[in-house]
């Protein structure tokens, strides 16, 4: 399916940007996300270079990003994307929880981090409520220290 076009006609629609080497899992997301009338799958990733291309290009309001990625980290991936699009919040989906990843994660600047064990229900106001400004954390996840 080709990514939607860069401007939304409705500025309620959530343009997200999902980035995982697994192809059933960006499937699995595209299909749950596009059930959403107020998610739009703008784009899919293969590996961390490719999702910061195309978010420079497409520039997702939100980035549903793994760590654990060929090329580039989903860490360096999201340091290099918030450098080229600072308004793009990057919400990490991963199956790595350990607290130096989830440091380093925020050090590059993501929004929240959850455990791919989230439910489907969870991850949708994850989303949400990383659009709207909040930072977002699975129970259990390491919080780091606010940003000054």
């Known amino acids: 399916m080709p990514p939607s076009p860069v401007a939304t006609e409705d500025p309620s629609v959530i343009r997200v940007l999902v980035a995982d080497d697994h192809a059933v ?7 749950l996300l596009s059930k959403e009338p107020d998610l739009d799958v703008v784009a899919t990733a293969v590996d961390g ?25 989903g860490v360096e991936a999201t340091r290099q994307l918030k ?25 590059a600047g993501v929004s929240g981090y959850l455990s791919k ?21 699975s129970a259990g996840t390491l919080r780091p220290v606010p940003r000054a």
């Open 25 to 31: 899992v960006c499937d699995g997301l595209r299909l």
């Open 49 to 73: 270079a490719h999702a910061v291309a195309l978010a420079t290009r497409q520039r997702p309001d939100v980035v549903v990003m793994d760590v654990s990625m060929p090329t580039l980290s």
């Open 83 to 107: 450098h080229a699009s600072p308004d793009t919040r990057v919400l990490i989906l991963s199956g790595q929880g350990r607290g130096a990843v989830i440091r380093a994660a925020y050090a």
């Open 117 to 137: 064990n989230v439910r489907a229900a969870d991850l949708l106001e994850a989303i949400r409520r990383t659009h709207a400004g909040e930072s977002v954390f």
